[in-house]
């Protein structure tokens, strides 16, 4: 009896959790779409009318991923991977340009964002993959595969263009680190991130004299107990200062003009409020106004003016600090932390490999999302335009999550059913 | 360790997430500020400011409308420069300059282009405004002055600087205030109080509402109109009487301290202060260094009050038991104090007090004076008695009527002659200070303290505060310090023996031929030396003209001091007008037509243009 009700639970926690960022979001996306032509609530023309219709389908599609057998989505991660491949190579042909990129698929007056579900997609094929019995994460070929899986689809993505959604695979990296690849891919990329913030914010010579500082500390340290190979140290010292005078030559000739403002502006090197800046900047105008418990639901004068482009997207999180203020947005965040917490926990307690990694996927890639797009509305990241998962506006980007998080629940209640 | 990076990773980043929202919501205020200055605009609705009436309900200021094109330079669009040009009556290269300056200081805030169209060139505009995108008319309120007088009394309205800014939050830049007279004095009376509307805008800087359905937003209440103690027509004689003089002329209502009329010489018509003239006059008044317009003489001018000054010397050796009505002084051309004489005209002696005031003679208030200050053991004891009893006149400092000019004049104490004469290193006595007695010498007085000490005496012991206010609509009464009896310390019996002599005056003595027949009036002529420097060097001048009255003699309804600059003796100028003015005033018409036509056409400018010459002159001719 207790083995049969288990059977049928499901991880409620994960669920409320995502009932109110979807609640949450819906509530300030009507704020922030919210106009004087508004014809009554039932107005399919308003944005929050059609946010309500994406929220309501999002329910019948949980309640079909719910319905399917978890094993469905283990077999079919392959053909489930090619069909979203295709879907993202089909844009080339079909797709539709919206405000210059080639995103979307337009049906009527429904637009649909394959690279939103190319994320569950991958994370599948990259599940099946990782816990086939023959893969060896320790060997180069393996390695090789497990990176091509990643890279595929943000490749396919890039030239859309949409290198934000593209950055997402980045986050693919954690549950390949958990299920054993080498550390130092993970310290590579650390390092190479600090070299490059470093680089822009200091210049080549200072970083040059701090990488031979750094170095020579590691060597006298190490010199007291093992003999040293100068051979490694030379090689390390080189590549990281060649890696200093790469990222000066990609920033200053390879990137465009506004992708150097994007970072300039974040690492406070130019201030133009009215310019490239002003997204970010009247984005912390609004939070900053918010105080304690902000100015209430719909008084937001920043989310009123229509001061921060893209509010009900990629902004929403700035009228969540607007009209709730800190209570408010640490309310979100703070459901965001729980949430990817509790999907780590219920990742490690999977029987199979294949659930493991999926659940680490789905927790590092709901990770990237929040943590670049609240760094990026609060004035912390260049700006980086990808959604705040369940919260922002958008049926693609709704659905897909749903459907990349209910997968997982799905995966993590039959582990009760198939023992 | 596998299992924990991302955990770490994912709790570090809620942690940094909290602090840096805890630092733009919490600890850094300013973005609160920042988003109001974004997104909520504030627009002040001006109220009407309140019309001034004379006593007698004639309208003396209301307010017009007045048109300003104001333009927003970010959003002129090229337009048609030259019928632009033609309809605003300005030239292109104008034109061009001053949307230059306005780019300048700031293309997206409204400036003012062209001030203060008049109603013919609003009109004109008005239909056509539609082509000329960045500009736009803005109506305000001016000042109409129904009068070309007054302009010491009523003052002007001009936009706030930034000093009354910082001092006053209540204002904002180019809003208007109240500077001078009556306007300054009761400006929160007449401006009222502003409304405030909050105006939620978008981020392309349109309206799109009221901000939170306008719960902060208040109305104007208008201002309230004031009445003055002013009689127009009073006033309005007074500035016809003085044309070409300096000088000022006070009346008073001494029941009530109520002020007649208050005319400072020369004076300018109200009306060039408002206007696309107005920098341009104020200007030429401001920079007339000889004749000074914006000084006002009434309030400000500090002159020696001459022989009006014996009465109160009279007064005082009375109160202090010095002299009685029937001692006799002899005076043989003047009063002698060791190898000096005080000089003194032809007159019959020995005389006694009452005609010692007719006459005015020096050597009796001399003599009366030395023996006030002689009566205490030392000369400052005595000084300092004397002075008590001419502050308890509102001598000697402000005397706190509601102006805001004005000046102490001057009654020296001990403490004055100690530091004068070095005291205790040289001693003085009181022959140091004898020209005291009769108003000259260290005694100054300006024309609103001399008929305060009139009123006085025409009241026989007490004055009230003189004011200007009669009546503020909207409010019960007037500040209580104008209603209260401020008695003087001379006992009430000492006044009649002093009102006689100053009956006598028109009787038979120094302004006997300034009589008034059915009229009994009391007055005081005085006839002041005077100095002034000019590129250094000390130099007299002729007299003032001095004159104080008072009438009827047993029911005063008007005291009235005059003081001219340089007029000579004091029934040559002053004592003429203040007796035209109190026929005026008690009688309605001036049946000496002569009289009045010598004053209207006389002139005292060659006077006036003497020490700037260059030449030697000759004075009191």
């Known amino acids: ?419 | 360790m596998r299992k924990l990076l991302l955990l770490s990773i994912v709790l570090i980043t809620g942690v940094v997430f909290a602090a840096r929202l805890f630092y733009l919501q919490i600890y850094d205020t300013s973005y609160q500020k920042l988003s109001e200055n974004n997104a909520v605009k504030v627009v002040y609705n001006y109220p009407q400011r309140g019309y001034i009436f004379d006593r007698k309900g004639n309208l003396l200021v209301s307010n017009q409308p007045s048109y300003d094109v104001m333009v927003i330079p970010k959003d002129v669009k090229p337009l048609d420069t030259l019928e632009f040009c033609k309809l605003l009556k300005i030239e292109k290269e104008d034109f061009k300059r001053i949307l230059e300056k306005a780019w300048v200081y700031s293309p997206r805030i409204a400036q003012v282009f062209i001030p203060q169209l008049t109603k013919s060139e609003y009109a004109a505009l008005s239909e056509k405004m539609y082509k000329y995108r960045g500009f736009y008319i803005q109506k305000r309120s001016l000042r109409n002055y129904h009068v070309r007088h007054s302009s010491n009394v009523l003052g002007y309205i001009s936009e706030v600087n930034e000093r009354i800014i910082k001092q006053n939050p209540y204002y904002q830049m180019g809003e208007l205030i109240g500077m001078g007279g009556v306007e300054k004095q009761y400006e929160e009376v007449l401006r009222g109080t502003k409304g405030v509307k909050y105006i939620q805008k978008d981020r392309f800087n349109r309206d799109i509402g009221p901000y939170k359905e306008g719960i902060f937003d208040t109305l104007p209440t208008r201002g309230n109109d004031i009445m003055l103690t002013i009689d127009a027509d009073l006033q309005q004689y007074g500035e016809e009487l003085m044309i070409n003089k300096r000088g000022g002329i006070v009346a008073l209502e001494p029941k009530t301290g109520e002020i007649l009329a208050l005319v400072a010489a020369p004076n300018y018509d109200p009306a060039l202060l408002v206007g696309r003239d107005r920098s341009k006059n104020f200007t030429k008044l401001y920079y007339d260094t000889i004749a000074k317009p914006l000084f006002d003489r009434v309030l400000q001018g500090e002159y020696p009050p001459g022989s009006p000054f014996k009465t109160l010397t009279a007064l005082i050796g009375l109160q202090e038991g010095v002299i009685d009505l029937d001692e006799r002084v002899y005076c043989h051309g003047g009063y002698r104090y060791g190898n000096r004489t005080l000089g003194c005209h032809h007159h019959s002696t020995p005389l006694s007090l009452i005609p010692g005031i007719a006459n005015s003679c020096n050597a009796y208030f001399a003599t009366v004076y030395r023996r006030t200050i002689d009566k205490y053991p030392t000369p400052q004891e005595g000084i300092d008695h004397w002075r008590e009893h001419l502050v308890s006149f509102g001598l000697g400092n402000y005397l706190g009527y509601d102006l805001p000019a004005g000046n102490k004049g001057l009654i020296p104490d001990s403490d004055y002659y100690n530091r004068a004469y070095q005291y205790p290193k040289y001693k003085w006595y009181t022959p140091a200070t004898i020209s005291n007695s009769i108003g000259q010498g260290e005694v100054s007085l300006t024309p609103m303290q001399m008929v305060n000490f009139t009123a006085a005496i025409a009241n026989r012991g007490y004055y009230y505060k003189p004011h200007i206010i009669k009546n503020i609509v909207g409010a019960d009464s007037i500040p209580e310090k104008y209603t209260v009896k401020n008695y003087t310390t001379i006992d009430p019996e000492y006044f009649e023996p002093v009102i006689q002599g100053m009956f006598d005056v028109y009787n038979y003595g120094t302004a006997s031929h300034l009589k008034i027949p059915g009229i009994e009036i009391c007055g005081k002529t005085g006839t002041a030396e005077n100095y002034i420097r000019v590129n250094g060097k000390r130099m007299q001048l002729t007299d003032h003209s001095v004159f104080v009255a008072f009438a009827p003699k047993d029911d005063p309804k008007i005291a009235i001091a005059v003081f001219v600059e340089n007029g000579y003796w004091g029934s040559r100028w002053a004592g003429k007008i203040a007796s035209l003015l109190i026929e005026k005033y008690l009688k309605g018409e001036i049946t000496r037509k002569d009289l009045e036509n010598f004053v209207l056409s006389g002139s005292l400018m060659d006077e006036y243009s003497k020490p700037y010459s260059g030449e030697p002159f000759k004075i009191n001719q």
Request: proline fraction near 2%; include cysteine.
């Open chain 1, 1 to 419: 009896m207790g083995d049969y009700k288990r059977n049928v639970q499901l991880d409620w926690l994960t669920i409320f959790s995502y009932l109110a960022l979807v609640f949450i979001g819906w509530i300030n996306i009507y704020s922030a779409s919210l106009s004087e032509s508004s014809q009554g609530f039932f107005d399919f023309n308003q944005i929050y009318f059609k946010q309500l219709v994406f929220i309501v389908t999002s329910l019948g599609l949980i309640i079909f991923i719910l319905a399917l057998d978890s094993k469905f989505y283990e077999r079919f991660s392959s053909i489930i991977y090619l069909v979203s491949l295709a879907s993202l190579l089909g844009l080339f042909i079909f797709g539709k340009n919206v405000n210059g990129a080639t995103s979307w698929y337009s049906f009527g007056s429904i637009g649909l964002q394959p690279s939103e579900f190319a994320k569950a997609a991958t994370a599948l094929a990259l599940g099946k993959y990782v816990s086939d019995i023959q893969t060896n994460m320790k060997e180069l070929k393996h390695q090789l595969r497990t990176f091509l899986i990643i890279a595929l689809p943000a490749l396919f993505i890039i030239p859309q263009p949409d290198p934000g959604s593209a950055l997402v695979y980045a986050a693919f990296v954690f549950p390949l680190y958990r299920e054993g690849l080498n550390y130092i891919f993970v310290l590579i990329g650390f390092i190479a991130a600090l070299l490059f913030v470093g680089t822009l914010l200091i210049g080549i010579q200072w970083m040059i004299l701090i990488i031979f500082i750094v170095l020579t500390i590691i060597l006298l340290k190490k010199k007291k107990r093992n003999r040293i190979k100068w051979s490694q140290y030379a090689i390390i010292a080189a590549a990281c200062i060649g890696f200093t005078f790469s990222v000066s030559y990609v920033f200053n000739t390879v990137f465009e003009q506004r992708h150097r403002d994007r970072f300039n502006i974040v690492l406070g090197k130019e201030v133009d409020e009215k310019g490239i800046g002003y997204n970010t900047n009247q984005s912390e105008i609004a939070i900053g106004s918010g105080s304690w418990t902000g100015k209430g639901w719909l008084q937001g004068t920043q989310t009123k003016g229509n001061f921060v482009p893209e509010q009900h997207t990629d902004y929403i999180f700035s009228t969540i600090g607007e009209e709730w203020g800190f209570l408010g947005s640490i309310t979100v965040v703070g459901l965001f932390v729980f949430l990817i917490i509790r999907l780590l926990i219920l990742a490690e307690r999977q029987k199979s490999t294949f659930g493991r990694v999926y659940g680490y996927g789905v927790a590092s890639i709901l990770f990237f999302h929040f943590f670049v797009n609240v760094g990026m509305v609060t004035g912390l990241f260049p700006t980086i335009g990808i959604p705040l998962p369940f919260i922002s506006y958008g049926g693609s980007s709704l659905w897909g999550f749903t459907i990349l998080l209910f997968i997982f629940v799905k995966l993590d209640a039959s582990n009760y059913i198939n023992r």
